[in-house]
DNA sequence: TCGAGAAAGTTTCAAATGTAACTAGTTTGC
DNA sequence: GCAAACTAGTTACATTTGAAACTTTCTCGA
């Protein structure tokens, strides 16, 4: 050990959390065209229209839990839905502040069509994987996202 | 198959670009805070660095390809930066319209005092990952970032 | 060698986003 | 049973972002 110590150099085209950033970009700004080109939909509002989907009955503060999203964008989101008559509330009746989401019947119809191209995108960008390979990518993101956001428990 | 055919149900939590743009915005968030706080850089400057750190001399438009950012917000990166004396344009000889970038020894100075923090991060990050694993997911996440953006070749 | 078109980088302006303040309703503790 | 503290959701405002227009410089073809 005669040399000084360097430091370790870092290669940005290597780095995971550079990585990680560039690869979402790109497919969030793919899907955003998509959804906005066909339904006019941002990405937040299919985000909400998703959940909702899924577990109808949610009030905004659940939403804004499990999507990530703050309440600010999760209110916006909602109120474009309810405008477009996607979307419906149902005040809670226990509780006057909230309100229970749900998908209208246009909202579902909507919802049906959007899921095969969601499924069908995610089958595209994985086109290179086989199916064990999509579920050690899910397993390690996971890890990762454990360490990240430790109490994540939806 | 005497059942209707019934779609596949989508579940938000397993869906693989839902994933990614969560824990990527975790992430950078994160990162985000750390880099303003110590530094007063913006993901943004804070990339222009990286990739000059790098590679100096490269020009804007050439930080503009590699790095997934468009070229406003180089542009608008690079004079934060030039501003605060942490890199200097020197203009090309052969093409008066680009200028070629280089960290200033105040820039450099920076720049080493963050690298080491950067890989710290990425090591936290997969704390729960070994070796095999990280090299596993970084190549995973390329066969995904291949698809997307085939002609990516830096 | 001149003019049309293209490229680098900046500026401008509108839209998206986040923070903080606000309103309305609810819970707690005395 | 009521005031203080708290929560759900919205609104307002400041900042950030992106798209398009613009300026300057360069390239190419006639």
Redesign the pocket.
Known sequence: MTETTKTKPLRLADFLPYRLSVLSNTVSKRIAERYEAEFGL???QWRVMAIIGECPGL????I?DRAA????????A??GLVERDLLA?KA?Q??????QLSLTPGGEAMYQRIVPLALSYEAELTAALNGADVDQLKALLDSCAAVVSPRRLV
């Open positions: 941002s990405i937040g009030t905004a503060t659940e804004s999203m703050d309440k600010v964008a999760v209110s916006r909602v109120t509330r809670t226990s509780d006057g502040r909230r309100s």
